[in-house]
């Protein structure tokens, strides 16, 4: 396994400042990825981290103050081309800029072309509590009865992503070891957290609820399945420890499939909601 300082998140979402308050410099880590591809979430938290760097607290706003600073509250983006595993640059945009809230723009560029294009929302994040959640409860097993999942899986595809994360799925819903079947619910259920013992903040969230095996797997979808879209909501600060973990496969349909995260804290707070649209296949699929 690489050194843990080499792959910890915070300095594998580094963006280094240029003369250019608005464009940075930053390296694609080769071990962050899904075979040679990057991984979404991974993309996402870095561009967020150059969101929030850009988005002022106003004095005047209700964090305003000398050492305030804003999280990336929701971020939707947008996966045109896979980036290279290398040196990248990221332009922002500051869209808007008020007193509760900031929109910010984020594009991913490699090669004078543009790769990955992201808008968040910089704000306050609230605190992780409900006046109302519809969502229904995680049914998980505890992580000590979960499996975890290593770095090669079926196929001799490497999750180089996992040497940095304590990825573990219920029995029930791991498609690697058997619970994959015809009928079977398209739905991966688990725990997660940094393996440097990092705990989890907002900014993770935006990694995290990327960072699973495709739910199609459990119905035998195969091999990468490419993020077009990817729309995520952090909904409050999490508590230290486990992040639940409910993945879960909505419409199959033309080579394409709409997908659900939702994240708990150790508290069994909602912190993290997801939504994605991707392209994948099957072994009967025809050509």
Known sequence: MPGADDIAFDVVTAVRPTDDACVFEVDVHPLWAVGDKPNGGYLLAMLGRAARLVADVPPGSPDGGESASWETVSASITYMAPPDLAPATVRTNVLRQGRTAAQVRAVLVQDGREKVDAVFVVSTVPPATARYDGIGPLDVAPPDAC????????????VGLMDALDLRLD?????????????????????????DGREPDPLSLLLFSDAVPPATMMIGSSGWVPTLQLSTYVRGVPEPGWLGLRFTANLVAGGMVDETCVLWDSAG???AQSNQLARLRFPNDPG
């Not at 499996?147 to 490497?158: A, D, F, H, V």
């Not at 079977?184 to 940094?194: D, K």
């Open 147 to 158: 499996e975890r999942l290593g770095t090669e899986i079926p196929g001799g595809m490497r």
């Open 171 to 195: 029995p029930v819903t791991n498609p690697f070891t058997g619970a994959a079947h015809e009928g079977a619910r398209a739905e991966l259920r688990g725990w997660t957290r940094f393996r």
């Open 269 to 271: 707070r909602v912190v």
